[in-house]
């Protein structure tokens, strides 16, 4: 079955700073990626959508300025989180797939702000 | 209009018992209804989908009803066993990209032996 590796996950980063989280599809090739985000004991919400070699949308209320999305090859899409703080804390999961063979949720990242 | 409401927001049932979790939409446009369970520190693993040109899909232990009319879902579990508790998640999308989803609030089950 499809398989998506998130890296790492767990991280945590001084408020400030900036940290990246990779979405990897290992056995399958995604033309698309998507970011979502977790707060504790809450639902997940969609952050943004990314098409390899395309500039990622983000939904409303999201800052494409602070939560960088690169989607440069067919297998790996990037976020990071700009001069995190600590209510960027949360759990970060993407999924990939395509649109015939639907999409598969990575093992999520928790990222702590200090 | 976006939203997917989901009930109850836990739920306690005893070991053989049946697990039932609600949700309803408003958006008619949606038109793929996945079910996800999701372990403490994991990504959500989807458990079963149902589109709306059918009332009822079942696989395994775990059955999905449908009732268009009602813009309303359920997941019910059959057989209920402790190692079902966790977070179940309702969410809808458009058929044209399922992986667009909308998620319910989520219902934490505990299954109790």
Redesign the interface.
């Known amino acids: 079955g499809a398989v998506v590796s998130q890296h790492p996950s767990r991280v945590i980063c001084k408020s400030g700073t900036s940290v990246k989280i990779e979405c990897r599809s290992l056995d399958f090739q995604a033309t698309t990626m998507f970011w979502y985000r977790q707060f504790p004991k809450q639902s997940l919400m969609l952050m943004a959508t990314s098409n390899e070699g395309s500039k990622a949308t983000y939904e409303q209320g999201v800052e494409k300025d602070k939560f960088l999305i690169n989607h440069a090859s067919l297998t790996l899409s990037t976020l990071t989180v700009t001069s995190a703080h600590p209510e960027d804390s949360s759990f970060y999961i993407c999924s990939a797939g395509t649109a015939n063979y639907g999409y598969t949720f990575g093992s999520g990242t928790r990222l702590t702000v200090v | 209009q976006q939203q997917v409401k989901q009930s109850p927001q836990s739920l306690i049932v005893q070991k053989g018992g049946i697990s039932i979790i609600n949700c309803a939409y408003e958006n008619t446009a949606f038109d793929y209804f996945p079910w996800?369970q999701q372990f403490p520190?994991?990504?959500?693993?989807?458990l079963i989908a149902i589109r709306p040109d059918v009332s009822e899909k079942k696989e395994g232990r775990f059955t999905i009803s449908f009732n268009k009319s009602a813009k309303q879902f359920s997941l019910h579990i059959m057989d209920s066993q402790p190692g079902d508790s966790a977070t179940y998640?309702c969410a809808a999308s458009i058929s044209?990209?399922?992986?667009?989803?909308?998620?319910?609030?989520?219902t934490t089950l505990q299954v109790k032996p």
């Open positions: 996800y520190g994991k990504g959500p693993a989807l998640f044209g990209n399922t992986g667009k989803l909308i998620f319910g609030q989520g």
